[in-house]
């Protein structure tokens, strides 16, 4: 913190428990104006609830909150918007049936009477530029009808805007994870110029370079405490790995393997819906295939009409065996939350927990309890709810149900969106071990990291596979010169 | 006390106390008298909610959105339909009752053709089917009440000790449906659609092909209560399924099954049942007039549902 800047919040001996689990115990947080303050740790650290409980959706049960120095006793959402405190969470909280000048609307009750429609598109899409010049977002479009990274950068630049009441701090949850590299940075800089106009941020990732290279400090939490608190420069990437608890970044064992295509059988092969020229993505049995590229550029799109070819055939698109697929956008496309934790990952694999005509509670439960221990769900009750788990674990019970289920093709849609390290690093060794045993695995990611786990890379752009790279040849520059390049795709493609 | 408690926290048993409390309030009224015939009639009343509720349950737990509101029609043509096929000849009663278990599963394929094929919302499609089956039903009939052969009328009178032969029937189906529910396939299934259409597409649920099937089985149910209500009251008629529309969604939800879908309750549609039934032979008992039961039975119901729901609002 710069010397005497005044202090926006003040946070003393915050504690939130829910039932026996104490997501908080007892947490200081100071951040000063102007301040950029990056909050890390493993998923279930409370750095969620850390956060509610600024934003005001949250109560905590002990401990004090001060803002700009006067005492909150009756802190809630609506105090917090008025002391210019504001909030990008992970779960998007647009309403998707809205415009996006609709939804800017919903924050600002200043834009009130006749023209509130145009104030709220001018004020919308000015921040939009400012922020993420090029964004291609038109203020009129329905956010249902937006890709999640266009709804994020909608969300950022939302709590970004100003109308009546003041804007002090604002925090950023994950708000990178599904922002493609190109965005993202833009994001940072942009975080950066807002300092300099003095508004606080409070920035929440898993990726730690952007962490250390965007915040002037670093807080780190470990269930429910705050263990270290120092300027950014003090810290590499090793000492907050290691100060997480977290497991550390194994490098060069991904490099090690490397194999010849085309030694197992063809299981996969799928070509874009608007492909030219004759690219197609192709996996052979044991396989780990990477889909790169920025977001949103037709990786999914492809993902879920191989997919859909498990049921109804298509053109185009050749499957071999049967399909499963992990959903990264887990509220939308992956969770039952009404279900327990044991049946969400039994739902993929019903036919197999039959015992003569009926299910078996006890192979649902063998089931997941074998995959409890083999992925690492922490709980102390697979018959808990799905929505009693962190969203780490949450992710980790997708995993589980694609893997237990006799799928022998695994479909991934950038599964890793806001998952801790740890968990990760986890999820790799598995997805290797299980190609290992000859599983195929179609992985889109918009993390360069990930890509190194792959044997094969297709780099994507405007629904098209613009590059197709093996893993010796795989670079972060090729993949990102391919996926902005113009001109230079054509002639691969022909080449091909 | 744990047994208690453990009772108390199943949603189904609201219905079963408040089945009981009615009752009590109706024999306290006549200070005991009837009160072993009340049950039986109300047993013998309840089981025609419960065969068309179960269907419905299954189609609400396909999520928001989703009811059949073509049940009264179907009801009624597939009455028609069983007693004609039946011609009061008691050598017909089984062709009569394939007759109308597949008139109403043309009924419920069809209601799902409409929502498929033409993408019309469930509430509308199944409103605007019921209106042509009503007409069919209209013109097949033509208002003409035939009587059911005599056996068919007699079997679903018989009685064991005051319990009447449909309702134990209509236990055991209720039985097996909640087997269906938790315990198959196609019940996990439909719970599955219900919190999340995509995700359990996503799953691997052929989600169309439960649909599908779900429209069909409420169909079909309609179907076979329409045969039996003609049997029961000794003729068939085009209004005979009328109450159903109302009854067969408020005994779902009376019965803790959730109308925004995914959670699903089959012995709390006996209970709700058999307050519904009780409650009007209560008020009849108190001698109310027919507006005033109306009236009582519909904000008995409101606050029914609200008491049920409040726990609910908390996710």
Same mark, same amino acid.
């Given at each position: 913190?710069?010397?005497?800047?005044?202090?926006?919040?003040?946070?003393?001996?915050?504690?939130?428990?829910?039932?026996?689990?104490?997501?908080?115990?007892?947490?200081?947080?100071?951040?000063?104006?102007?301040?950029?303050?990056?909050?890390?740790?493993?998923?279930?650290?409370?750095?969620?609830?850390?956060?509610?409980?600024?934003?005001?959706?949250?109560?905590?049960?002990?401990?004090?909150?001060?803002?700009?120095?006067?005492?909150?006793?009756?802190?809630?959402?609506?105090?917090?918007?008025?002391?210019?405190?504001?909030?990008?969470?992970?779960?998007?909280? !647009?309403?998707?049936? #809205?415009?996006?000048?609709?939804?800017?609307?919903?924050?600002?009750?200043?834009?009130?009477?006749?023209?509130?429609?145009?104030?709220?598109?001018?004020?919308?899409?000015?921040?939009?530029?400012?922020?993420?010049?090029?964004?291609?977002?038109?203020?009129?479009?329905?956010?249902?009808?937006?890709?999640?990274?266009?709804?994020?950068?909608?969300?950022?630049?939302?709590?970004?805007?100003?109308?009546?009441?003041? #804007?002090? !701090?604002?925090?950023?949850?994950?708000?990178?994870?599904?922002?493609?590299?190109?965005?993202?940075?833009?994001?940072?800089?942009?975080?950066?110029?807002?300092?300099?106009?003095?508004?606080?941020?409070? !920035?929440?990732?898993?990726?730690?370079?952007?962490?250390?290279?965007?915040?002037?400090?670093?807080?780190?939490?470990?269930?429910?405490?705050?263990?270290?608190?120092?300027?950014?420069?003090?810290?590499?990437?090793?000492?907050?790995?290691?100060?997480?608890?977290?497991?550390?970044?194994?490098?060069?064992?991904?490099?090690?393997?490397?194999?010849?295509?085309?030694?197992?059988?063809?299981?996969?092969?799928?070509?874009?819906?608007?492909?030219?020229?004759?690219?197609? #993505?192709?996996?052979?049995?044991?396989?780990?295939?990477?889909?790169?590229?920025?977001?949103?550029?037709?990786?999914?799109?492809?993902?879920?009409?191989?997919?859909?070819?498990?049921?109804?055939?298509?053109?185009?698109?050749?499957?071999?065996?049967?399909?499963?697929?992990?959903?990264?956008?887990?509220?939308?496309?992956?969770?039952?939350?009404?279900?327990?934790?044991?049946?969400?990952?039994?739902?993929?694999?019903?036919?197999?927990?039959?015992?003569?005509?009926?299910?078996?509670?006890?192979?649902?439960?063998?089931?997941?309890?074998?995959?409890?221990?083999?992925?690492?769900?922490?709980?102390?009750?697979?018959?808990?709810?799905?929505?009693?788990?962190?969203?780490?674990?949450?992710?980790?019970?997708?995993?589980?149900?694609?893997?237990?289920?006799?799928?022998?093709?695994?479909?991934?849609?950038?599964?890793?969106?806001?998952?801790?390290?740890?968990?990760? #690093?986890?999820?790799?060794?598995?997805?290797?071990?299980?190609?290992?045993?000859?599983?195929?695995?179609?992985?889109?990611?918009?993390?360069?990291?990930?890509?190194?786990?792959?044997?094969?890379?297709?780099?994507?752009?405007?629904?098209?596979?613009?590059?197709?790279?093996?893993?010796?040849?795989?670079?972060?520059?090729?993949?990102?010169?391919?996926?902005?390049?113009?001109?230079?795709?054509?002639?691969?493609?022909?080449?091909? | 006390?744990?047994?208690?408690?453990?009772?108390?926290?199943?949603?189904?048993?609201?219905?079963?106390?408040?089945?009981?409390?009615?009752?009590?309030?109706?024999?306290?009224?006549?200070?005991?008298?009837?009160?072993?015939?009340?049950?039986?009639?109300?047993?013998?009343?309840?089981?025609?909610?419960?065969?068309?509720?179960?269907?419905?349950?299954?189609?609400?737990?396909?999520?928001?959105?989703?009811?059949?509101?073509?049940?009264?029609?179907?009801?009624?043509?597939?009455?028609?339909?069983?007693?004609?096929?039946?011609?009061?000849?008691?050598?017909?009663?089984?062709?009569?009752?394939?007759?109308?278990?597949?008139?109403?599963?043309?009924?419920?394929?069809?209601?799902?053709?409409?929502?498929?094929?033409?993408?019309?919302?469930?509430?509308?499609?199944?409103?605007?089917?019921?209106?042509?089956?009503?007409?069919?039903?209209?013109?097949?009939?033509?208002?003409?009440?035939?009587?059911?052969?005599?056996?068919?009328?007699?079997?679903?009178?018989?009685?064991?000790?005051?319990?009447?032969?449909?309702?134990?029937?209509?236990?055991?189906?209720?039985?097996?449906?909640?087997?269906?529910?938790?315990?198959?396939?196609?019940?996990?299934?439909?719970?599955?659609?219900?919190?999340?259409?995509?995700?359990?597409?996503?799953?691997?649920?052929?989600?169309?092909?439960?649909?599908?099937?779900?429209?069909?089985?409420?169909?079909?149910?309609?179907?076979?209560?329409?045969?039996?209500?003609?049997?029961?009251?000794?003729?068939?008629?085009?209004?005979?399924?009328?109450?159903?529309?109302?009854?067969?969604?408020?005994?779902?939800?009376?019965?803790?099954?959730?109308?925004?879908?995914?959670?699903?309750?089959?012995?709390?549609?006996?209970?709700?049942?058999?307050?519904?039934?009780?409650?009007?032979?209560?008020?009849?008992?108190?001698?109310?007039?027919?507006?005033?039961?109306?009236?009582?039975?519909?904000?008995?119901?409101?606050?029914?549902?609200?008491?049920?729901?409040?726990?609910?609002?908390?996710?």
């Amino acid at each position: 913190m710069s010397e005497g800047s005044p202090v926006i919040v003040k946070l003393d001996g915050v504690e939130r428990h829910f039932g026996a689990v104490r997501a908080l115990d007892g947490v200081d947080l100071v951040v000063g104006a102007g301040e950029c303050v990056g909050l890390v740790g493993h998923n279930g650290a409370g750095k969620s609830t850390l956060m509610h409980i600024l934003a005001g959706t949250g109560t905590p049960d002990r401990g004090t909150i001060a803002i700009g120095g006067t005492l909150e006793t009756a802190y809630s959402v609506a105090r917090a918007q008025k002391l210019g405190i504001r909030c990008v969470f992970q779960e998007l909280s !647009l309403c998707p049936n #809205l415009t996006v000048t609709e939804n800017t609307r919903i924050s600002h009750a200043a834009l009130k009477g006749p023209g509130w429609r145009q104030r709220s598109t001018a004020l919308i899409r000015a921040k939009l530029d400012e922020i993420f010049p090029g964004h291609g977002i038109d203020p009129s479009d329905v956010v249902g009808d937006l890709a999640i990274g266009q709804r994020q950068m909608v969300e950022v630049a939302r709590a970004f805007t100003v109308t009546d009441e003041p #804007l002090r !701090l604002v925090i950023l949850d994950e708000p990178t994870s599904s922002l493609d590299a190109h965005t993202a940075g833009q994001l940072l800089a942009f975080i950066g110029r807002a300092r300099q106009q003095g508004i606080s941020t409070i !920035l929440i990732s898993h990726v730690l370079g952007e962490i250390l290279s965007t915040c002037d400090r670093v807080v780190v939490m470990r269930d429910g405490r705050v263990v270290a608190s120092d300027t950014a420069s003090s810290f590499d990437r090793d000492r907050l790995v290691g100060t997480m608890g977290g497991a550390r970044h194994r490098d060069g064992d991904t490099a090690t393997r490397a194999r010849t295509r085309g030694q197992t059988p063809v299981k996969v092969r799928a070509r874009p819906r608007n492909q030219q020229g004759s690219a197609e #993505l192709v996996a052979h049995a044991g396989e780990i295939i990477g889909l790169a590229g920025l977001a949103g550029h037709g990786q999914t799109r492809l993902l879920l009409d191989i997919y859909g070819a498990s049921t109804h055939r298509r053109p185009g698109v050749e499957i071999d065996d049967p399909v499963a697929l992990v959903a990264g956008d887990r509220q939308t496309d992956g969770i039952f939350p009404l279900w327990s934790i044991a049946q969400n990952i039994g739902i993929r694999s019903l036919a197999g927990l039959k015992r003569g005509w009926l299910l078996s509670a006890e192979r649902e439960q063998a089931l997941a309890r074998a995959w409890q221990a083999k992925i690492g769900i922490r709980t102390p009750d697979l018959d808990n709810n799905i929505l009693s788990l962190s969203g780490g674990n949450q992710q980790k019970v997708l995993f589980a149900r694609a893997l237990g289920s006799d799928a022998r093709i695994i479909l991934m849609d950038d599964p890793m969106r806001g998952v801790d390290i740890g968990t990760k #690093l986890e999820v790799y060794d598995l997805i290797r071990a299980e190609a290992g045993k000859g599983r195929t695995f179609l992985w889109y990611t918009t993390e360069m990291d990930e890509l190194s786990h792959c044997d094969h890379v297709y780099v994507f752009r405007n629904g098209r596979i613009v590059a197709d790279l093996a893993h010796s040849e795989l670079t972060e520059e090729k993949v990102i010169q391919s996926s902005f390049e113009e001109a230079g795709d054509r002639a691969r493609e022909r080449a091909s | 006390m744990s047994a208690i408690r453990t009772l108390l926290a199943r949603p189904w048993i609201w219905s079963y106390i408040g089945a009981l409390i009615v009752w009590l309030a109706a024999i306290t009224f006549t200070g005991g008298y009837g009160a072993g015939g009340m049950i039986t009639a109300a047993l013998s009343l309840a089981v025609f909610m419960v065969i068309v509720g179960i269907g419905q349950m299954f189609v609400i737990t396909l999520g928001p959105g989703n009811v059949d509101l073509s049940l009264p029609a179907n009801i009624g043509l597939a009455s028609a339909v069983a007693m004609k096929v039946m011609g009061g000849s008691n050598s017909m009663i089984a062709v009569g009752l394939i007759a109308a278990l597949a008139s109403g599963m043309a009924v419920g394929a069809f209601n799902y053709l409409l929502i498929r094929a033409l993408r019309i919302p469930p509430i509308i499609a199944t409103l605007s089917s019921s209106f042509i089956v009503l007409s069919i039903d209209i013109a097949y009939g033509r208002g003409l009440q035939i009587k059911p052969p005599p056996a068919f009328a007699d079997f679903t009178n018989i009685q064991f000790f005051g319990v009447p032969i449909l309702a134990i029937g209509g236990a055991i189906f209720a039985f097996l449906a909640g087997i269906a529910l938790q315990r198959m396939i196609y019940g996990r299934s439909v719970l599955a659609i219900g919190q999340n259409m995509r995700a359990a597409w996503l799953a691997g649920i052929p989600v169309e092909r439960i649909r599908f099937f779900t429209y069909t089985l409420s169909g079909a149910l309609g179907g076979i209560n329409g045969a039996l209500l003609a049997g029961y009251f000794r003729g068939a008629s085009v209004d005979i399924g009328n109450e159903y529309l109302l009854s067969s969604i408020a005994v779902v939800v009376i019965g803790g099954t959730s109308v925004a879908g995914g959670k699903a309750n089959v012995p709390g549609i006996w209970g709700a049942a058999l307050f519904l039934v009780l409650l009007l032979t209560m008020l009849n008992t108190f001698g109310v007039s027919a507006g005033v039961r109306l009236l009582l039975t519909g904000l008995i119901i409101v606050g029914v549902i609200t008491a049920a729901g409040g726990q609910k609002a908390l996710r």
